[in-house]
T-cell receptor
Framework: QKEVEQDPGPLSVPEGAIVSLNCTYS??????FMWYRQYSRKGPELLMY????GNKEDGRFTAQVDKSSKYISLFIRDSQPSDSATYLC???????????FGKGTTLSVSS | SAVISQKPSRDICQRGTSLTIQCQVD?????MFWYRQQPGQSLTLIAT?????????ESGFVIDKFPISRPNLTFSTLTVSNMSPEDSSIYLC???????????FGPGTRLLVL
């Protein structure tokens, strides 16, 4: 079993839809959870960062962490064509250690 | 935040040759890492670049194949040695800021080995 599992998709939605992206993990020591967005031919850019359990909201994006279920989610409201990208979940057990990534989910939002 | 640049952005190389990738960060960072991203795969950590000492390699990666240098707090190089087509991938440099919470990535170096 991989440490971080993420459905690679692809996921296609119409503009304005609510998108749900998810990852599961096996290592209960993970404390820091991140979502990165990667456009084609670009490096990953940090989108959301959450420490431990709970929710975090930033504009149209909401990140949720459920440590009891070892499950994290990213919700995108009112999706836009500019949201079309690959979304990578990443996590690590403590500050200063390298992130472990999921495979990434490719999202396409059509206008 | 930290802005990370990499050179070259892409290259096409012949089997058996070596390529050195440079990574420059615009501010002093505490940790630097090198990742590989193969098509359809997640980012895989190659090694942690330690300033002034040997890099720390992950399982499956060795110094003879991927020598790494980090002479100061803002610069690192990764060499892909004796390349084969299996080394064709995107190589990404990454760094932590001083507060060690946010990990930033460079744009990547796209390598094709023929």
């Amino acid at each position: 079993q991989k440490e971080v599992e993420q459905d690679p998709g692809p996921l296609s939605v119409p503009e304005g839809a609510i998108v749900s992206l998810n990852c599961t993990y096996s290592n209960s020591a993970f404390q820091y959870f991140m979502w990165y967005r990667q456009y084609s031919r670009k490096g990953p850019e940090l989108l959301m960062y959450t420490y431990s359990s709970g929710n975090k909201e930033d504009g149209r994006f909401t990140a949720q962490v459920d440590k009891s279920s070892k499950y994290i989610s990213l919700f995108i409201r009112d999706s836009q064509p500019s949201d079309s990208a690959t979304y990578l979940c990443a996590m690590r057990p403590q500050a200063g250690t390298a992130l472990i990534f999921g495979k990434g989910t490719t999202l396409s939002v059509s206008s | 935040s930290a802005v990370i640049s990499q050179k070259p952005s892409r290259d096409i190389c012949q089997r058996g040759t070596s390529l050195t990738i440079q990574c420059q960060v615009d501010s002093q960072v505490t940790m630097m890492f090198w990742y590989r991203q193969q098509p359809g795969q997640s980012l895989t950590l190659i090694a942690t670049a330690n300033q002034g000492s040997e890099a720390t390699y992950e399982s499956g990666f060795v110094i003879d194949k991927f020598p790494i240098s980090r002479p100061n707090l803002t610069f690192s190089t990764l060499t892909v040695s004796n390349m084969s087509p299996e080394d064709s991938s995107i190589y990404l440099c990454s760094a932590y800021t001083r507060n060690q919470e946010t990990q930033y990535f460079g744009p990547g170096t796209r390598l094709l080995v023929l």
